[in-house]
């Protein structure tokens, strides 16, 4: 493995204590275009996406294909596939960039001691974490396309039934996850952007591809529960969105035992 961090260099003391203004600026202009796409998204589609509401919470029980639009509401579809794909990336870079935002710039300022070249490597770094979470993706689009069979195949009194089991069975889950060992594995490497950028290190594009992919995993490995209550509550859902982003976020960035108390009391 190569060596990320060279013992001296001014340069990398100004990137890690004071944040490039140029990737700053990028890197806020990335997530707040998300944002507004994703807002743009949900307020004009008809309906929130989700297994638990299409299956008959809120009175949504005749509902039936995808409701989002650009997605085919006849069910399995390339073309579904795909603008679902294209809108849960992009809110995928909206909910999870800022709670990414450390690794990014630590990736900057290691990149920035090695070579002048640092804008291509860490954006290239960002399109693998976020490639991960495209993938995850299209894990969602095969569940709720089965989920949405299952609902639709039922009748209204039977969809009314099981669909707040359904949620409370993914709440308890999710829950349940937050207290295994993999979970803080996972944790663990998102909270230290100094030891991952030390211990995973790969020079070139190629590897800060891989490097970017790695993060996305542990970051998948870390939120994946909450994002399944997402998926059964509702998809496109504003007020899930942000209370899903401000739990990771307090989650990866502050200390453990004020980031508990804080996650313990959203819930």
Request: hydrophobic letters at 60%; one cysteine or more; a positive charge.
């Amino acid at each position: 493995m190569a060596d990320a961090f060279p013992r001296k260099s001014r340069r990398f003391t100004w990137n890690l204590h004071g944040i490039p203004l140029g990737l700053f600026a990028s890197l806020v202009g990335l997530t707040a275009a998300a944002w507004a796409l994703t807002l743009y998204q949900t307020f004009s589609m008809d309906m929130p996406m989700g297994i638990a509401v299409r299956g008959g919470i809120g009175g949504m029980e005749g509902m039936a294909g995808m409701a989002m639009d650009g997605i085919a509401a006849d069910g399995w579809s390339v073309a579904g596939a795909t603008a679902f794909l294209a809108v849960w990336t992009v809110m995928m870079a909206a909910m999870m960039l800022p709670a990414a935002a450390p690794m990014i710039f630590m990736f900057a300022a290691a990149q920035a001691r090695r070579e002048q070249h640092v804008a291509i490597p860490t954006w290239t770094f960002v399109a693998g974490y976020l490639l991960v979470w495209a993938a995850a993706g299209l894990v969602v689009y095969v569940l709720v396309q089965f989920g949405s069979e299952f609902a639709t195949s039922l009748d209204p009194p039977q969809r009314s039934k099981w669909a707040p089991l359904a949620l409370g069975a993914t709440l308890g889950v999710a829950g349940l996850y937050q207290f295994t060992a993999f979970k803080h594995i996972c944790l663990s490497h998102c909270r230290s952007p100094l030891a991952f950028v030390a211990q995973h290190w790969r020079d070139g594009r190629v590897g800060a591809l891989k490097m970017g992919m790695r993060h996305g995993l542990y970051c998948f490995g870390c939120c994946w529960a909450l994002f399944a209550v997402l998926v059964a509550t509702g998809v496109m859902s504003v007020a899930w969105m942000l209370l899903l982003t401000l739990v990771v976020f307090v989650e990866k960035l502050l200390p453990v035992a004020a980031a508990s108390k804080v996650v313990w009391a959203l819930r």
